[in-house]
């Protein structure tokens, strides 16, 4: 092998491992009805103090709500196809789903919110990111139809 392909070759695999990581901000599944959502973007934005405590909300969606002014409102009307919009909560003992609302068109009526079916696990902030997971208890129900969420994300923090 060349000196050249030598010095280049890891400098290659380290770009493709950065470029797919940030292709992939998050994996897993949005389950309504047994039907998959068709996910694709992930946002995170600033929410309104919960108790003097910071609050971000997270929308996931099928289309891309980037250059959208009111994203968490548009995503809850369905603007941005299936979604999933989570307020997550810092709190003292560690973080916490304060609210969640779901478009899904596996939800009979298309959406619904609830409080308490998704749990956040191994949340951080650092270097400038949010990351985690957001899970479902097995046989976990919104609105009385089966909901399951098990995703791990990263998101640039706002």
Same mark, same amino acid.
């Given at each position: 092998?060349?000196?050249?392909? &030598?010095?280049?070759?890891? #400098? ?15 994996? @897993? ?6 039907? /998959? ?30 250059? +959208? ?8 009307? @369905? ?12 709190? /003292? $003992?560690? $973080? +916490? ?25 191994? #949340?951080?902030?650092? @270097?400038?990111?949010?990351?985690? &997971? ?25």
């Amino acid at each position: 092998m060349s000196a050249i392909a &030598k010095i280049l070759l890891p #400098i290659v695999l380290a770009l493709a491992s950065v470029h797919a990581y940030a292709e992939k901000a998050f994996d @897993g599944v949005y389950r309504a009805n047994g039907k /998959d959502a068709k996910l694709a973007y992930v946002i995170a934005q600033k929410g309104e103090p919960f108790h003097d405590m910071p609050v971000y909300i997270l929308v996931f969606s099928e289309n891309d709500a980037s250059q +959208d002014k009111n994203i968490d409102a548009d995503a809850r009307a @369905g603007k941005f196809g299936d979604a999933l919009i989570v307020k997550l909560c810092k709190t /003292d $003992w560690g $973080w +916490d789903v304060i609210g969640n609302n779901l478009v899904h068109s596996g939800l009979t009526g298309g959406s619904a919110s609830g409080s308490g079916q998704i749990k956040a696990q191994d #949340i951080a902030l650092a @270097g400038g990111e949010i990351r985690g &997971k957001l899970k479902t208890n097995p046989g976990e129900k919104i609105a009385g139809q089966p909901l399951e969420v098990s995703l791990t994300f990263h998101v640039r923090a706002p």
